[in-house]
């Protein structure tokens, strides 16, 4: 990695400015780059609480445009509050939750996702959905949603992963290298953007040294769902 995307990666002002710069590309190219599989994946982490808590209080961190907190719906919160630092994000997340009738189950704020603004013990289930990696610092990101949550609450962490298989795990790196990158500045006329999002993916974390990250952030009872022959991974931890 060269240290022009390095720096990109772990300042927040440049995050926030790549998300803002294809917000309006940013759904369709979700679905169409993960040919529509990322819904499947969202609703695998909704099931990791639904019918766990009664009617939960939901943190959404990194909530881009809500697919998740939307999603989380199934899940018969009382109150479901996104947060991210990109505000074009969040404006076609709240024309989404409008469309759907939700805006009284679902809130969007901007807020730092390291540094959350809400008090310590105010929900039951902190989630997040591919936006981990793009923490400066994952490790207070983490801590953070620990924070947040009140005694028994669980942290749900979808984030993307090195897959199995040898043949396999070829054809994704080809694909997630070569063709994702160039039909997403095809599409969203961004081409640093998804060149990020492959940087990012492959020096992130995985497997045993993401859950030793969330041990260290204070989290308990620290499981995995790998899908997609572990192209994604579903984590979750428990604050005792």
Known sequence: MGKQE??????????????????????????LLSFGIDRKWRKRAVDKITGKYKNPKIIDVATGTGDLAIEAVNAEPLKITGIDISEKMLELG???????DLENIIEFIKCDSENICFEDNSFDVAMVAFGVRNFADPSKG???????LRTGGVAVILEFSKPDGFLFKHVYNFYFGNLLPFFGSLFSKHNKAYKYLNESVMNFA????????????????????RLTRGIVTIYTGVKK
Do not use: C, P
């Open 6 to 31: 390095a720096s990109v990666k772990k300042d927040k002002k440049d995050i926030g400015s790549m998300f803002d710069s294809i917000a309006w590309r940013y759904d369709f190219l979700n679905h």
């Open 94 to 100: 709240r024309q989404k939750i409008k469309a759907r």
């Open 142 to 148: 983490i801590s953070e949603m620990k924070r947040v």
């Open 206 to 225: 995985d497997n045993e040294k993401f859950m030793q990250m969330m041990k260290k952030a204070g989290l308990t009872e620290i499981k995995q769902d």
